[in-house]
Structures are given as structure tokens and as C-alpha cells.
């Protein structure tokens, strides 16, 4: 049975050992939640679907300081000769690879008059041709591809049709329907591009962007003497491919530099590195707190039993049982911990308050603190249990001896 | 209302074996004020420990107000020591920490009552003591007298069929002692079994009945009643001594 206002009276004339788990909950609650809203921000960032196959596609590069190389037909005899490969699955060239961390990107104009005429958010812009979707796995959920006519070779100014994100369509022009629309490239020319597709998802090249999900792939096959190539193979591939592309392409023309093969998956590791990184130190940081105050909880228990063994005896002998004496330490150390908690919980949306002041974190959800403080009620649960139940088998005849 | 047949208790080390009682033998009747002495080492604290539910015995039967306490399992002895006996010790035990109504209300709250009817009998069994008037004050605030009738009213808080007394008197000065001692009378007369066990020979005569245990047995057993010495003394169950009845005279006509 609970003996709430006993246990109060307890506390209240021996308050320096409750005072400083207290305080240690405080500190511990306060961290701990501010800590796990960090941990679980960096996990949603890192959890962010690019939209691709990421264990499918891998990009390449491909230098040409061949002066006599004719680019264009190269580079189409080129991206044909890589379709043709045993496992590859599709091949585009492009401007940029999604999560690696470079690229382009560029805000659009739209409005069909003066007066309506707005700036949209800035987007990441892939130039690609009619394979470029099936290349990157992306899932068409509007409107359709470029067709192979479609598709310019040149410059980026020249683009005329463009396929956006999900993301994008919907910040530019809300519930309306995106296909169909015309925006303008301010930097790269002042020509109509109208909207013929949206993708459900795809991210561009910078994971710590705020606009990383709005893309839009214009059909431009961009031909320059440094290119991108974008391949989509049978998963277990790439090792494989590493050696094949680059001897079915210097077999064409040798005087060309082939490297830095890497799959969008490894993007993803390298560009995410940070935030795992400080995940992974702030998570030791809460399990050392807590193995800290699951510690402090377990020793100040123990000290305790130690002080009140003949104390233990007398409650035995008067008629206590064991789970009596269980419950006694238990709601002790849950009042401790429930005060410490509320307080630290506090503490924490303070704490929360100025990390969002300085290092422009989020807001702390209130769900972190609540989360902690029952966390450190289950963890007051194991550490206090063990000792409670050794104080529950002593022995009733304590209570008549005289030491 | 309490029986023992042929207890024996055994404490075993990985060497030794002691036999703290050996056919252990006592009946007393509701409403006795029943005293135990014997010299250190003999038994006493075992007989109470046992005949209090504090721990269990080797062989025998007890039986406690008519119910078997052999083989029981701890949630039943704990039970039964919170609503039949009531215990008195020599360090008072009472818990520094909390005040004197709360400190009488310890066993009430195992017992499950309500708050109210906790504070009506924390309320009358520390007017029995007299001390209502320093329920708020801390044990420490006290003297040992006083403690000791905290510890009294504690006990006497739940109603319980029999008090066991561990030396009562122990640590206290002789006036605060009699006062004790004149308590634990007026309880008895008030219809509460008294098991007391005592070093103190003067108070063990104030009691009805005297027992003596040596080596972990009854010894000897005399009848005080209004005052006079009963029968010669007899041996109980295995006994080997007798104690003659001429120093027990000799030692109350000295009192």
C-alpha cells in the first residue's frame, strides 16, 4: 500500500541525500530531453527519402581533354555503350547527383502576367533526357516524361519543358495543378518552360538546404568537356561495372579520365557523416547520464537500507509485508524522481529555449520532456527494485536485537 | 491462546549447530501477564522471536489463538503479527523520522484502515499512554519513558489479542520503568495477554506467571497469584534444573 504522506515526512528531515539526487535528476532530465530532441532531429533529417534508388543508381564522372573529341556524339555513343552492359539497368548524363553535396540550382519565375509574376523557392536543377527518370528511380505521379525529341543538346538556356518535384510544384503554385504551367529560368535564360510532369520525390544535392526536396529536371542534355553519368544497375553490381564502364568506354576513346564511381547511397553516408557523428556522441552522452543517475538512484537506495535496517525490522515485525517494504523504497524515489522530473523538464524547455536562440535548433516538443521524465520513472523502476527486494528479505527479527 | 509443543530451534553454521531451544513447552491462557526470564544466552529472544512470528522454528507445533502457525507463509505471519500481537521493545524502535501520531500509525496502515479511523486510534492509544498532547513531536523530542509509551501505544494501536515485550524496561531509569511497568499492568487488567521477557527479576514477580528458560528450555515455573507463591516448582519437558523455590520467596521478600 502506498504511504505517501510517511514517506514525505521521511524525506522532509533527511532532505541533504534526496536534495542532491534531485538536483542530479534535474540536470539529468534537462539534458537528457534536449539531448534526445537533437538525436531524433538528425535521425528524421538523416531518415529523408531522396526519391531515387539509392542502392541502385551510381554516378561517375567523365573528363575529356581530348580537343578533337567531338562531345556530343561522344557522349550519346558513350551513354548508349553503358545501356548496353550487362546489369545496368538505365544511364543518363546529368548535371548533378542527388545528396552529394554539389550541383545546381537556381529560383524560377512564374505568373502569367506582369502583376502576378512571383519568385518561387530556389530548386535544385537537374538537366536530363527521357531515361533520366528511369535512371534515377523516381516515381512520375502527374503528367508524363520528355519525349526523345524533346530533349535539347546544348546549353541550359535552351530548356523548354521541365519535370518538378512534388515539393516544388506545390510551393510554387499550391492546389493548383502544376502541369501545364509556365515558369521562367532568370539566370539561364528568359524562355517559356512549361511544366509536363512531377515526380513524388526528389532531393537535390544539399541535405542541410532548406529546399531539398524541390527539383525540377529540364531536357537539356548538357554536353561539356566534364560530365556526369548516372547509372542504374542490378544491386551487387558497381564493383563489377567499375571495371566494365571504363574499358567498354576506352575502348572507344582512350584519352578520357573515368572515376569517382559512387552510389547515391554512399552520398547519402558521406553528406549525413555530421549529424551521425552527433548523434551517436549525444546518445553516449544519455546513456552515461542515466547509467549516472540509475546509479545514483540504485547507491542512495542502498545507503538507505543500510541507515534503516533495523528500521526495515520494526516495519516487518509490525506487520509489514515484503511488498510493503518494496513499495516504500519504490514511491520514496518516484516522488524524488517525479519532483527532480517536472523540474528538470523545465529546466529543459529553458535549456530548449536558448539552443534555439543561439544555434537556431528547433523548437523543444513538450513530448521530449514528458518521454524523459517517464524514461527516468522506468529506469528509477530497474535501479531501485533490486535493492528494495534485498530490503524486503530482511529479516523481522531484527527488530529484537540490540545492535 | 498461545501453545508450544516440543519447539526446537537450530542454527547451523557450515561447523557448528546450536540448539537455542530444545522441546520448548509453554501454554498461556488469554488474559495472562506471563514473564520469561533466563540468563543471557539462554533462549529468551529465540522464544520471543518465535512465539512473535519474527522467524520460524526447527520442530514442534505452536499454535496462536487457535491457528496452526506452522509452515506459514510470510504475507500470512506478517498478518497475523499486524492484527493479533502487539510488540514492545527495549530500543523502542520507534522511527526517528517520523512524528509520534505518525509513528503509531505504522502498523495501522499495513492493517488497511482508513484515514479516519487511523487517526481515532492513534488518537485513543496515545491518550492511553498519555501523550496525546505530543502526537506532532518527534521521537527524539522525548525521553526514553516517553519513547517507551509511544512504543506501548504503538502496540496497543492495532488491539491486538497479546503483547510481547522485549525487555521493556531495559534502558530506562527504575521511576521510568515502574511507570512502564504500572502501564503494561493496567493493560493486562484491561484484558490483553502480556508476554514479557525480562532481566529484572522485581518486575518478572509484578507479573502472574514466571517462567525461566536455561539452555534453550523451560526450567521452571511459578504461579504468582494475589500474591502468593504456587507450588513447588516443577520441571517442564526434558528439563534438567529446578530452581528452589526458597530463593524465589527469598528474592520476593526482598523486594
Known amino acids: 500500500m502506498l504511504q505517501i504522506k510517511p514517506i514525505l515526512s521521511t524525506l522532509m528531515r533527511n532532505k541533504s541525500g534526496p536534495i542532491l539526487l534531485l538536483i542530479q535528476i534535474i540536470l539529468s532530465v534537462a539534458i537528457v530531453a534536449n539531448a534526445s530532441f537533437i538525436i531524433s532531429e538528425r535521425i528524421a533529417l538523416m531518415d529523408r527519402d531522396s526519391g531515387t534508388a539509392e542502392e541502385e543508381v551510381f554516378n561517375f564522372r567523365l573528363y575529356s581533354f581530348d580537343s578533337s573529341i567531338e562531345l556530343e556524339s561522344q557522349l550519346q555513343r558513350d551513354i548508349r555503350t553503358i545501356r548496353d552492359l550487362p546489369g545496368v539497368m538505365d544511364a543518363s548524363a546529368t548535371s548533378m547527383v542527388p545528396l552529394s553535396g554539389g550541383g545546381w540550382s537556381s529560383g524560377y519565375t512564374v505568373g502569367n502576367t506582369e502583376e502576378t509574376a512571383k519568385d518561387t523557392e530556389s530548386a535544385a536543377v537537374y538537366y536530363g533526357d527521357e531515361h533520366m527518370l528511369n535512371t534515377l528511380g523516381v516515381d512520375l505521379i502527374e503528367g508524363r516524361n520528355f519525349y526523345e525529341e524533346e530533349v535539347l543538346t546544348g546549353s541550359p538556356d535552351l530548356a523548354t519543358h521541365g519535370i518538378v518535384s512534388k515539393a516544388f510544384a506545390k510551393a510554387s503554385w499550391g492546389d493548383e495543378p502544376a502541369i501545364g504551367q509556365i515558369m521562367y529560368a532568370g539566370d539561364f535564360g528568359d524562355k517559356p518552360i512549361q511544366i509536363i510532369g512531377v515526380v513524388d520525390k526528389l532531393q537535390g544535392a544539399w541535405v542541410n538546404s532548406s529546399y531539398l526536396d524541390n527539383s525540377v529536371i529540364l531536357n537539356i542534355n548538357l554536353v561539356n568537356v566534364f560530365t556526369k553519368v548516372l547509372v542504374r544497375a542490378e544491386v551487387g553490381t558497381l564493383a563489377q561495372l567499375k571495371e566494365a564502364i571504363p574499358a567498354a568506354l576506352h575502348k572507344d576513346n582512350r584519352n578520357r579520365v573515368i572515376e569517382g564511381f559512387t552510389l547515391i547511397s554512399e552520398h547519402r553516408k558521406r553528406v549525413y557523416r555530421n549529424h551521425e557523428l552527433m548523434a551517436t556522441v549525444l546518445s553516449m552522452m544519455v546513456v552515461l547520464l542515466l547509467l549516472i543517475t540509475s546509479l545514483g538512484l540504485a547507491g542512495m537506495v542502498m545507503f538507505n537500507i543500510e541507515r534503516r535496517t533495523k528500521q526495515i525490522g520494526t516495519r516487518r515485525a509490525l506487520g509489514a509485508k515484503k511488498r510493503d517494504i518494496i513499495s516504500f523504497f519504490l514511491v520514496e524515489n518516484y516522488i524524488i524522481c517525479l519532483v527532480g522530473g517536472v523540474i528538470g523538464g523545465l529546466v529543459a524547455v529553458q535549456l530548449g529555449q536558448q539552443l534555439m536562440s543561439v544555434y537556431s535548433l528547433p523548437k523543444l516538443e513538450p513530448i521530449y520532456p514528458i518521454m524523459t521524465i517517464m524514461g527516468l520513472l522506468l529506469l528509477t523502476t530497474v535501479a531501485v527494485i533490486l535493492p528494495a527486494r534485498k530490503a524486503a528479505k530482511i529479516s523481522p527479527a531484527i527488530a529484537t536485537r540490540s545492535v | ?15 557448528v549447530e546450536t540448539h537455542a531451544l530444545r522441546d520448548f513447552n509453554l501454554e498461556v491462557k488469554e488474559g495472562e501477564f506471563v514473564a520469561v526470564t533466563g540468563p543471557s544466552g539462554s533462549g529468551k529472544t529465540t522464544f520471543l522471536n518465535i512465539a512473535g512470528l519474527l522467524e520460524g522454528f526447527t520442530h514442534g507445533d505452536y499454535f496462536l489463538d487457535g491457528v496452526n502457525i506452522s509452515n506459514l507463509s510470510d504475507n500470512k505471519s506478517a498478518t497475523i503479527r499486524n492484527e493479533k500481537i502487539g510488540f514492545i521493545f527495549q530500543g523502542f524502535n520507534l522511527i526517528p523520522d517520523l512524528n509520534l501520531a505518525e509513528n503509531v500509525e505504522v502498523p495501522l496502515r499495513y492493517r488497511g484502515f482508513n484515514s479516519a479511523e487511523r487517526k481515532r486510534r492513534v488518537q485513543h492509544a496515545l491518550e492511553q499512554v498519555g501523550l496525546a498532547a505530543r502526537m506532532k513531536h518527534l521521537p527524539s523530542q522525548l525521553s526514553g519513558g516517553q519513547q517507551q509509551r509511544v512504543a506501548i501505544a504503538r502496540a496497543l494501536a492495532g488491539e491486538p489479542r497479546f503483547l510481547l515485550a522485549d525487555e521493556p524496561t531495559g534502558n530506562l ?66 528439563d534438567k534444573r529446578a530452581v528452589e523455590p526458597s530463593s524465589v520467596e527469598a528474592e520476593e521478600a526482598t523486594s
Open chain 2, 1 to 15: 491462546m498461545l501453545s508450544m509443543k516440543n519447539i526446537s530451534k537450530v542454527f547451523k553454521t557450515d561447523l
Open chain 2, 173 to 238: 531509569d527504575s521511576m521510568m520503568a515502574r511507570q512502564v511497568m504500572e502501564l503494561l499492568e493496567e493493560i493486562n487488567r484491561a484484558g490483553t495477554t502480556i508476554i514479557m521477557v525480562t532481566h529484572d527479576a522485581e518486575l518478572a514477580r509484578r507479573a502472574q506467571r514466571n517462567i525461566q528458560i536455561v539452555d534453550g528450555q523451560v526450567c521452571d515455573f511459578t504461579m504468582y497469584q494475589h500474591g502468593a507463591v504456587a507450588d513447588k516448582p516443577h520441571l517442564v519437558a526434558g
